[in-house]
Structure formats: C-alpha cells, structure tokens
C-alpha cells in the first residue's frame, strides 16, 4: 500500500498516478476501513483529475455519512467548476446551496450558490423557488420580489407559484404600499386556490385600507363561506 501510494506521488505521468492514488484510496477504505488516509488518496486523484467521478462518488458518501456537510458543499462546488455540461455544473451547485441552507444554515452562501446555479442556467426553476423565500425571510423586498416574479415566469409548479403570488402580495401590501399590485397579486393566487383564507383574509384588509367597501365586503363574505369554524365565519363578518 505504501508503495502504491509512493509511486502515486511520485509519478508525472498523471493518469496513472490517478490510477495508483484512487487504488490507495479504495484499499484504505475497503480493506483496512482507514478513512481519513482514504479522503487524503481520493483528494489527491481530485487535485490531478478534478472530473474523476469514482473518486466524487467516494467522497460524496464518506462526507455524507461523516456529517462533513462544509466539505461536502466544497465538493459539490469543485465537481461543478471541472465539468463543461451548464446543467450538469448547474445541478452540483443547487445541491451545494441546499446544503448550505438546509444543512448548515448559512444563508449567504447558500443565496451566492443558487445565483451561480441562476448564471449556469437561468431559468432554473427550483433555485428561484428557493432564493425568494430567502430573501423574504432576510426583508430583502426588492431582490425577493424580483426571484418570485422570475419563479412565475419559469415555473411549472402549481405550489411554488401560489406561494410566489401570496408572497409577492405580502410585499406589496405591507412592504411597498403598492395596494393595485397586493390586488393583483391576491387575485392571481385566488384564481389559483379560490378558499385560500389566509389569502381572502389580506385581500380584504388591502380593499379596507384602499376604502373600497364594496370590494372588501364581497372579500368577507367569500372568506365566510371557506372558513370552516362558525366563530371565524362570525368574526370574518364583524
């Protein structure tokens, strides 16, 4: 084995110290269940071959299984970097983002990945779905605003855009005082969903703040009959 991994070092032909390095690497894991010296066999091979799959897959599950969610985001973002194919870099860097934000709850890194997933391929649907929440979660209207209408352009999600619609009316009610935009929004996600309360419920409050009485008590009664409690059925026409 020492041998092996010697001549791996040693070797300027690069294929085959690739070759010599992931066999250490394979030996140290399979037969003598030595990890770290396995990572350090599988790294190597990475550094010389950055594509190398056999030595991502390997190190892919040993980070999993290892919980070494900082290395296994760094893996995913360096397997990215060493392929050609756009949604291919696109794919490794969502998973690195959704590490980042699930896993490791660093939310700038994860708003950095999912744009770099965005420049690779722009009208990736799933990376928008997750950059507008974020931004909404940070009171970064603006940007959120922007990644929830980009959601309703690509999206074929009937979820996503009810939640980007609800959303994009949130902001514009509360956030941009722009209550014929919270109208607008309120409505298309009406259409989508017509009992949707909470919904009913803010569209009725933006019709009250704009005085349109009329509007706003045509909202009440609809949330009255999509309520299914009678003391909410009572107080939504109080």
Request: proline letters at 3%; aromatic letters at 6%.
């Amino acid at each position: 084995l020492r041998c092996v991994q010697a001549e791996g070092r040693a070797t300027v032909d690069s294929a085959h110290a690739r070759d010599l390095l992931f066999e250490a690497g394979q030996l140290h894991q399979d037969r003598f269940g030595n990890i770290d010296a396995a990572i350090e066999a599988y790294e190597g091979v990475l550094e010389r071959a950055p594509a190398h799959e056999p030595s991502f897959r390997r190190l892919e599950a040993i980070y999993e299984e290892r919980d070494e969610l900082v290395h296994l985001a760094r893996l995913y973002e360096r397997r990215a970097a060493a392929l050609d194919d756009a949604d291919a870099r696109a794919a490794l860097l969502f998973q690195a983002g959704r590490v980042a934000q699930d896993r490791l709850d660093d939310l700038e890194r994860a708003i950095s990945l999912y744009r770099r997933v965005l420049q690779a391929t722009p009208r990736h649907s799933q990376a928008l779905q997750r950059l507008g929440p974020i931004h909404f979660s940070r009171g970064e209207w603006d940007e959120a605003a922007e990644a929830f209408h980009e959601t309703l352009s690509v999206s074929e999600d009937a979820d996503a855009k009810l939640s980007a619609l609800k959303s994009l009316g949130i902001i514009y009610q509360e956030h941009r005082q722009d209550l014929v935009k919270a109208v607008q929004s309120f409505h298309a996600a009406l259409r989508s969903d017509p009992r949707d309360v909470d919904c009913l419920r803010r569209l009725g409050a933006v019709y009250k703040e704009a005085c349109d009485w009329g509007s706003a008590v045509n909202v009440f009664l609809r949330l009255a009959e999509a309520t299914p409690d009678l003391r909410e059925k009572v107080g939504s026409l109080l």
